[in-house]
């Protein structure tokens, strides 16, 4: 004999959706398996995936700027010694030196030869040589071929300076032109390496955009809706209990009826 029968759900259904809405408050996320929202679950995967590639991006992009700034920052140096020596030529042409005075300033100009050399021979970034004549390309995009390509210079315009000889009158107005020649080539290369770091440095601006707005896509697709969930969780424990509550009240009267028989 059946008695008391009603449509509330079970208990094990009331838990069931308990433990799902507990799990999605304490995570703050709404789906994290398939078994909450398959579709949803495939849409945050690809998200995902294009905010991986926006932030590598923005990494990559990063390094070149830094790769940049090293090499302009070498460059630098070089184009301070180059500027001391024009000056010492332009000393060195005074006629009222004698030849030793020269020497001695060509001692010192021979000395920064040396230093332009070892700039140019020895300056590395991360392990790599950055004045070997090679094109560099960063990868600053999420998508195949979204590069930016970098020109490295071999440093040698810069030769016509390492051969100058201010010992004579005649080789310190040599060295003037010398100066000012490779002093041009510095300037429109580091020229081309500020261009370089404003476009890569406006890339990672709108790539940061771009990221956030898929991060805020996600959000609204994957995170637990708090207010939503609370609700849910309320109602939810409210039917559980009218549940127990009302099967206990129809199993008591099915005793008392049965105790009636």
Do not use: C, H, W
């Not at 945050?44 to 700027?65: F, K, P």
């Amino acid at each position: 004999m059946k008695i008391g029968a009603t449509n509330f759900p079970s208990t094990t259904q009331t838990e069931s959706v308990s433990n799902k809405l507990n799990n999605q408050l304490a995570s703050g996320k709404r789906v994290t398996s398939a078994t909450d929202d398959a579709v949803a679950l495939q849409i945050i995967n690809r998200l995902t995936s294009q905010q991986e590639g926006y932030n590598q991006s923005i990494r990559n992009a990063y390094d070149g700027i830094s790769f940049s700034q090293t090499t302009d920052s070498a460059l630098s140096g070089v184009n301070d010694a180059v500027s001391r020596i024009r000056e010492l030529s332009i000393q060195a042409g005074n006629g009222a030196l004698t030849d030793s005075d020269r020497q001695a300033l060509q001692d010192e100009v021979s000395q920064l030869q040396s230093q332009i050399t070892d700039t140019f021979e020895n300056t590395t970034f991360g392990g790599t040589q950055l004045f070997d004549g090679e094109s560099r390309s960063f990868q600053i995009g999420p998508d195949a071929n979204t590069t930016q390509s970098l020109e490295q210079t071999d440093g040698s315009f810069a030769n016509v300076i390492l051969s100058v000889d201010i010992s004579t009158q005649a080789g310190a107005q040599a060295a003037i032109t010398a100066a000012d020649d490779v002093s041009e080539s510095l300037n429109s290369q580091r020229a081309e390496f500020g261009a370089f770091e404003n476009t890569l440095s406006s890339t990672i601006r709108s790539l940061g955009t771009q990221q956030s707005n898929i991060a805020e896509s996600q959000s609204r697709i994957q995170d637990t809706d708090y207010a939503q969930a609370a609700s849910q969780q309320i109602a939810n424990d409210i039917l559980s209990q009218a549940s127990i509550a009302l099967r206990g009240q129809a199993n008591q009267s099915a005793s008392s009826v049965l105790g009636l028989l």
